[in-house]
């Protein structure tokens, strides 16, 4: 599929699907202060991540714990086809940017890695997830790791874990439909595996996620 | 080729951000974070009152009491739903966590906080967890504010567990209880101005990267007979005088701010270009308006009086409209609420009051503005005592002009306690649970 055409397909998926979705709080974040500098902070060590096994591209089995340890990780849950501007879509924008940022100083980028986790492991298979991730993140220069699980069973531990809502939407007869309804979080984990900071659309503040990669980095070299 | 992937993306993005900003609001249906997801637009199905057990009424304990007030429910305006938690100590206040799954409610004697699940069955809230560490963690006691933070609560507390005064601090615990830090409310002197120490509400700012907290008073006092405490000179004194404006990603305090007489509630409006908070000085019945000066330095002004100040009329809870144009402010003593209009908040005006009873608390109101709902009570030692001691939830319809009555629920009658903070909930439409919906 051409740009153009996912982008028309998303287009249409988004205007359908605009009057049932409930907009909640969802407003662009706004950002009218100067981030404090790295390292003049410390960030919360909030929760550990448990370890669970997901699907990588291949179908491989791949250990979560192995993908939110030794590097600074940025972790979300999306799937392929979500729509929601203030959504998955904004999620990307984000972190594209992050890893743009982040490519300037190499040394930095070398040490930090994005982790994209399905919320549809029906829909989103590993073929799915790897086409996708190519789409959207394929840049040898970064470590992005796309991720889904085999059932929805597996997955529910790991979405427990992060707190991470997520439900569906159901048609007028009550049948699930394919739209996820699913508060927008990113979870920065440090090289130790704990969560250290959540970004929900209200603190997607790219100049205040960098300066908490750096904090973090610089936490090391103490 | 990437370039221009990435160009469409972009295109898209902004064109579906134009959507998504026709439909956007601000604020939310009781002031909650800005932080929780899924605030009702529309009407909400149920009204959950935090309510403080009375020895020999009914089961004499502190209970979460759910009503129905979906107009077309053939249960409307009645109890639906009680969860008892098992004991009386001092149920107060109220928070969700950011998803809007857990509502956490605190006790300000035994300093318990109860976590209720909300998403199973609305209608019939479950207690999941008691969480009972905050004195040990913290020597915090009081857990009274529950503000949602990404994954995690932040509690603004009242008192401290070594001389039960009025220094305390927040605290923070992640989405399952678990004690994450603690941060001490500032006695020092920053930007001229020196902290009392004291605690009370807890309201951010995202864009500003502003947290700001209120004071009141310690263990010592609230949990003391207030005729007494009213007598008693030196008591008096101890009550907080300050406001402090934080740095919220450092969690470091950058202003102490002057506001004297005991300021409660505060309520920011987050509408782009406005960024201003209100709040209400107890024992001087003042509305603060608390304003950004120049980049990074807040001021708090005294900008208009509730009521008759020198008949101490007590402003206890404060609720602002979502579009920010607008404020309800209960004064327990004369059992009065009164509506302020804040479209120049610098000048705020009183454009209507009402008295509803011989005491009122708290008041919420829906997203539209169009519902108002006000409980009676205090705390078990500052109620009204005798024929003056009402004990109930007013509801009402509100037409920008005049509030209607919708129903009452009389919670002595029910034999359920002193009702105080409320939180809503609705029915989730046209959702099921991931793990509910099939797939595999």
Do not use: H, W
């Given at each position: 599929m051409t740009g153009a055409r996912l982008a028309l397909a998303l287009s249409a998926v988004a205007l359908t699907s605009q009057a049932a979705v409930?907009?909640?709080?969802?407003?662009a974040p706004r950002m009218e202060f100067v981030a404090p500098a790295p390292g003049s902070y410390t960030l919360q060590r909030i929760q550990p991540v448990r370890d669970a096994v997901l699907l990588s591209p291949a179908g491989t089995p791949m250990h979560l714990a192995g993908l939110t340890s030794r590097k600074i990780t940025l972790l979300t849950f999306f799937y392929?086809?979500?729509?929601?501007p203030l959504g998955c879509p904004f999620a990307y924008t984000t972190l594209t940017g992050l890893r743009d940022r982040l490519l300037a100083e190499p040394a930095l980028a070398g040490r930090v890695r994005f982790v994209s986790v399905s919320f549809d492991p029906t829909t989103d298979t590993p073929q799915a997830i790897g086409w996708y991730g190519q789409q959207v993140a394929g840049d040898p220069r970064f470590e992005w790791q796309f991720l889904t699980a085999r059932s929805v069973r597996e997955l529910m531990p790991v979405l427990d874990d992060f707190g991470q809502d997520v439900s569906v939407e159901t048609d007028a007869q009550g049948h699930a439909t394919r739209t996820r309804h699913h508060m927008l979080k990113l979870f920065l984990i440090d090289e130790s595996g704990q969560v250290r900071e959540i970004y929900t659309l209200a603190f997607l503040q790219p100049q205040v996620m960098f300066n908490d990669i750096k904090t973090l980095a610089m936490e090391r070299a103490r | 080729m990437v370039q221009s992937r990435r160009a469409v993306w972009a295109a898209l993005i902004s064109a579906l951000f134009v959507i998504a900003a026709a439909a956007t609001a601000y604020g939310d249906e009781t002031c909650n974070?800005?932080?929780?997801?899924?605030?009702?637009?529309?009407?909400?199905?149920y009204i959950h009152v935090w309510t403080l057990g009375v020895q020999g009424?009914?089961?004499g304990s502190d209970k979460l009491v759910t009503i129905d007030v979906?107009?077309?429910?053939?249960?409307?305006?009645?109890?639906?739903g009680t969860v008892s938690v098992?004991?009386?100590?001092e149920a107060h206040h109220m928070g969700f966590t950011d998803d809007r799954k857990y509502l956490w409610a605190g006790n300000l004697d035994d300093s318990k906080i109860f976590v209720f699940?909300?998403?199973?069955d609305p209608a019939h809230p479950s207690l999941v967890q008691t969480i009972t560490d905050l004195p040990a963690k913290?020597?915090?006691?009081?857990?009274h504010t529950f503000y949602a933070l990404p994954g995690r609560m932040l509690v603004g507390n009242l008192s401290n567990?070594?001389?039960?005064?009025?220094v305390t601090g927040l605290a923070l615990y992640n989405n399952k209880g678990a004690y994450v830090s603690k941060y001490p409310m500032p006695t020092k002197d920053i930007g001229g101005v020196t902290g009392d120490g004291y605690g009370y509400d807890v309201a951010i700012n995202p864009a500003k990267n502003v947290l700001l907290t209120s004071s009141f008073s310690g263990y010592n006092n609230y949990m003391r007979d207030l005729g007494a405490l009213m007598k008693d000179p030196e008591a008096m004194k101890h009550f907080g005088a300050t406001m402090v404006v934080w740095?919220?990603?450092?969690?470091?305090?950058?202003q102490v701010l002057s506001v004297p007489g005991a300021p409660l509630e505060i309520r920011w409006n987050l509408v782009p270009g406005q960024n201003w908070a209100v709040t209400a000085a107890a024992l001087t019945s003042k509305l603060y308006l608390i304003k950004e000066?120049?980049?990074?330095h807040w001021t708090a002004k005294d900008v208009a009086v509730i009521g008759d100040p020198s008949k101490i009329p007590l402003p206890a809870d404060i609720s602002i409209t979502a579009d920010g144009k607008g404020l309800w402010v209960n004064t327990f003593n004369d059992g009065t609420i009164h509506y302020f209009d804040l479209t120049d908040p610098q000048h705020p005006k009183e454009t209507y009051h009402k008295q509803i009873g011989k005491q009122v608390n708290m008041v919420s109101q829906s997203w539209d503005g169009k519902r108002v709902y006000v409980t009676t009570s205090l705390l078990s030692h500052w109620d009204k005592t005798g024929a003056d001691n009402e004990q109930k939830l007013h509801a009402f319809a509100w037409d920008g002009h005049l509030l209607m009555p919708a129903f009452t629920v009389d919670f002595t009658k029910e034999k359920l306690g002193r009702p105080h903070h409320m939180k809503m909930t609705a029915k989730a439409a046209q959702q099921v649970a991931l793990a509910s919906a099939g797939g595999g």
């Open positions: 409930d907009p909640g709080a969802a407003t392929t086809y979500c729509a929601d | 974070s800005p932080y929780i997801t899924n605030l009702i637009k529309g009407q909400e199905d009424l009914g089961d979906q107009p077309r429910s053939p249960y409307y305006g009645r109890v639906v098992g004991g009386r100590g699940d909300m998403v199973k913290t020597k915090f006691i009081g857990p567990s070594t001389d039960k005064g009025g740095n919220l990603k450092t969690m470091q305090p950058t000066d120049s980049p990074g």
